[in-house]
């Protein structure tokens, strides 16, 4: 046997091994296969045009549309920020203002330190509504009635006078 035969040989048993060996290997062009050439992609996905199941119709899910849609549940944002994002640091604000009386900086540091201070009740308010609004709604669907668990018409006027105080 010369050496080309030999060749052709362990082609044609290596071809057959290919073909007919039971094994997930495959041959471009020779019948057909099964191919994902990006189930394995080191491609981070960057959103919904970057795969495959946008081009069947579906998109990304938002947090925020998924809360709506939510029935029966209670849904709480918990890595939204609260309020006071920017870390104000009073002291440091009031030794930069342009004055040296003493008088001023100690008026300007109180009224800094209030707003700091609506701020954590605001925080504070936030999750006691979500719980009043959800014990309502649990109370309502067992009791329906005109009974009154919480002020809420008392807070809306509180609140809108609230608003109009700090519009300018």
Do not use: C, R
């Amino acid at each position: 046997m010369t050496k080309k035969e030999l060749t052709e040989f362990i082609k044609s048993k290596l071809q057959e091994i290919a073909t007919s060996g039971g094994t997930a290997a495959f041959s471009v062009g020779t019948g057909p296969q099964y191919a994902t050439p990006l189930a394995f992609s080191k491609k981070k996905i960057k959103g919904v045009k970057d795969t495959i199941y946008a081009s069947l119709g579906f998109k990304d899910a938002t947090p925020d549309k998924l809360a709506k849609k939510q029935k029966g549940v209670e849904y709480k944002h918990l890595w939204k920020s609260k309020l006071n994002e920017e870390n104000f640091n009073v002291n440091s604000y009031v030794d930069n203002l342009d004055t040296q009386d003493a008088e001023i900086k100690q008026h300007v540091t109180t009224k800094m330190k209030e707003f700091e201070e609506i701020e954590i009740k605001l925080n504070e308010l936030i999750p006691l509504l979500q719980n009043a609004k959800q014990k309502s709604v649990n109370f309502y669907k067992e009791n329906p009635s005109m009974e009154n668990l919480y002020g809420t018409e008392l807070a809306v006027d509180y609140l809108n006078d609230l608003i109009k105080l700090f519009k300018n």
